[in-house]
């Protein structure tokens, strides 16, 4: 399998660290709109398989030519959301595979954005979903962390722990903190603000997906491992839109555990309009010049891959799930951990990027050895889960299971095993 890897940021490097230790590819095409980042990440992994270019994400022509000159089976997609389609036409153009970890963006609905949707994530990919078909190409949609293996954890309990499912929940928490930042977030700002800013959107049977206010329906989830308690808020996300479509559900929530200051600091950035995406002109040496309010937070906060060495604790992502089997109601959490100080020591990877960059070497390795396969648009609740489970728990980083009922914390499925 050859790979192009577009984008070389935290994810991005994070993926080559992980993907190195594997043997399942010939070659992982590394390509940045920044050249010198994209060399970095290569230069670090010192594996003849890797190789640095300039590519510009927006610009799907060229990615697509690229691709064909290249003989690249599979694009990854590691930027943020903004360059989803483009990237997604491109893979389509020169017919290689396509993942991503965020799919397409969504627009709230013009007259009642929390009470209906508009657009919805992932829409515009799925709109073309019988033309990938059609031609036999796969692309694999939210294969992340949240979404990705929280859709996987979903399967796997609508598979092997239930009978009925009343509700899945994604709850994601941590008890991370960063030395020496009063703010300092540990994943995309860019992508934060849409997510958490945006209508949360909310799925169940009888009605279908409509949306909140953002930050509502506050509860306290009690995460494992030490974390402990974090209330955790309504925020948009994939899985909501994922899961109803290949898991049987009565109701499908995603809730985030932001805390206080940080729900404070999003309320005050929409309030003064830094939130935006589109450009307002400001004074500049040369004269005006154009700026998104949005791209100049992300440019004046630090870089979430370079605050490894101040982060401090351990981030959760999981799907909690409760049904009935047998005709015995049961509640369950299913959940992936990672400890910074493990993370960083092992890897040199911040746990937040190296959770979210785990999981898509780990499916482009089921699929270069065909335990995975397909074609359309698909998320990753339409793939076996054990495959997935039992290759991330062999790539050193098992999982855990949680009865809620006792509230015992059971040991991982699977025993560690070494990276």
């Known amino acids: 399998m050859r790979i192009l890897l577009v984008g070389a940021g935290g994810v991005g490097t994070a993926i080559t660290r992980i993907a190195a230790r594997r043997p399942f590819f010939d070659e992982m095409v590394v390509a940045d709109y920044d050249l010198a980042r994209a060399a970095a990440a290569v230069e670090f992994v010192r594996d003849g398989r890797f190789r640095a270019v300039q590519l510009d994400a927006s610009d799907s022509a060229s990615v697509a030519a690229f691709l064909r000159s290249s003989d690249c089976d599979a694009l990854l997609n590691a930027t943020d959301p903004r360059f989803v389609m483009p990237l997604f036409a491109a893979a389509r153009e020169a017919g290689a595979t396509y993942l991503d970890m965020a799919m397409s963006l969504s627009h709230p609905h013009p007259s009642a954005p929390y009470e209906q949707c508009g657009v919805k994530l992932g829409d515009a990919q799925f709109e073309q979903a019988a033309d990938w078909e059609r031609s036999g190409l796969l692309a694999l949609v939210g294969m992340g962390v949240e979404p990705g293996l929280s859709d996987v954890f979903a399967r796997y309990a609508a598979d092997e722990l239930f009978d009925e499912i009343d509700e899945i929940g994604i709850r994601d928490g941590a008890n991370l903190t960063v030395d020496g930042y009063d703010f300092a977030p540990s994943f995309n700002i860019w992508t934060t603000i849409e997510e958490c800013l945006n209508p949360p959107v909310v799925y169940e049977q009888e009605r279908g997906w409509f949306t909140t206010a953002p930050f509502s329906e506050p509860e306290v989830f009690e995460f494992p491992e030490g974390i402990g308690p974090v209330e ?136 270069a050895t065909g335990a995975w396969s397909g074609t359309g648009v698909l998320g990753p609740e339409a793939f076996p889960p054990r495959p997935f489970l039992d290759l991330l728990t062999a790539y050193g980083s098992p999982w855990g299971l949680r009865e809620q009922a006792n509230s015992a914390l059971l040991d991982a499925v699977a025993p560690p095993a070494a990276a």
């Open 232 to 367: 955790c808020v309504n925020v948009e996300h994939e899985e909501v839109l994922l899961i109803p479509r290949w898991v049987g559900a009565r109701r499908v929530t995603f809730k985030y555990g932001l805390g206080e200051q940080f729900i404070g600091t999003l309320k005050t950035l929409r309030q003064l309009g830094l939130d935006r995406t589109k450009t307002v002109t400001v004074p500049g040496p040369r004269g005006p010049v154009a700026v998104s309010p949005r791209d100049v937070v992300a440019a004046s906060l630090p870089d979430p891959a370079t605050l490894g060495e101040r982060m401090r604790g351990k981030t959760c992502a999981g799907t909690w799930v409760r049904g009935t089997r047998a005709g015995v109601e049961k509640e369950v959490y299913l959940y992936h951990v990672v400890d910074n100080e493990w993370s960083m020591a092992e890897y040199g990877s911040q746990a937040v990027v190296w959770q979210t960059a785990i999981n898509p070497v780990v499916a482009l390795e089921l699929l």
